[in-house]
């Protein structure tokens, strides 16, 4: 069983930073597209950012300029670095781990809260 931990949310103001991580549990991490979604109160959740194996990224329409994805595959963890915060990016953020499409895994995520 995959286990992924989250951690690096919290409180900041608007035009402040935050960097998320994701440490994965096995070593199926550096074979694995990883992403980042979000989750806010009342929405679906969505993806924010994706990092496939060979280090491929993408990005929401939303957080283009803003927000970098990256990879260590030595520590089997995850990045989302997140600048130019504004208060609608507020939302749980969830790590993703897909190797196929009958093994993902999510972490518990973390609370991001960007105030005004």
């Known amino acids: 069983q995959v286990q992924l931990v989250e951690s690096g949310g919290g409180l900041v103001q608007a035009g402040g930073s935050l960097r998320l991580s994701c440490a994965a549990s096995a070593s199926i991490f550096r074979f694995s597209t990883m992403g980042w979604y979000k989750e806010a109160p009342g929405k679906q959740r969505e993806l924010v950012a994706s990092?496939?194996?060979?280090?491929?990224?993408s990005y929401a329409d939303s957080v283009k300029g803003r927000f970098t994805i990256s990879r260590d595959n030595a520590k089997n963890t995850v990045y989302l670095q997140m600048n130019s915060l504004k208060p609608e990016d507020t939302a749980v953020y969830y790590c993703?781990?897909?190797?196929?499409?009958?093994?993902?895994?999510w972490g518990q995520g973390t609370q991001v809260t960007v105030s005004s």
């Open positions: 993703n781990l897909d190797l196929s499409p009958i093994n993902t895994y």
């Open positions: 990092i496939t194996s060979g280090g491929r990224t």
